[in-house]
């Protein structure tokens, strides 16, 4: 049973720092790309960065030199650090992966599961 489960996110004032956490369990972790997503109200989910088996991380232009995705796959957990926090980052941010068939769909690509999220607030 694939389970994603968020944690990190509140309220912080412009030019402030959060950290998300995505715990991942019911898979190998190591073995698949991980990614975070976002959706604002009123808006279309966006990709915002992606970690992948390898290492390797790709990012949205609009975070690019704000945020860093890590992993540790030991800990069989996703981070983000979000710094220099805009109000227009201000959304629900889920963790995401694809292991089965599609079912989410974002500007960065798709996925088969995604935790509940955790509301990050910009103000």
């Known amino acids: 049973h694939v389970q994603l489960v968020e944690s990190g996110g509140g309220l912080v004032q412009p030019g402030g720092s959060l950290r998300l956490s995505c715990a991942a369990s019911g898979f190998s972790l190591g073995n698949y790309a991980m990614a975070w997503i976002r959706q604002a109200p009123g808006k279309e989910r966006d990709g915002v960065a992606a970690i992948h088996s390898d290492g390797r991380t790709t990012y949205a232009n609009f975070v690019k030199g704000r945020f860093t995705i890590s992993r540790d796959n030991a800990k069989s957990t996703v981070y983000l650090q979000m710094n220099r926090l805009k109000s227009e980052d201000t959304a629900l941010y889920y963790c995401?992966?694809?292991?089965?068939?599609?079912?989410?769909?974002?500007?960065?690509?798709?996925?088969?599961?995604r935790g509940q999220g955790t509301q990050v607030t910009v103000s």
């Open positions: 995401a992966t694809r292991i089965s068939d599609c079912a989410y769909y974002t500007s960065g690509g798709c996925y088969s599961h």
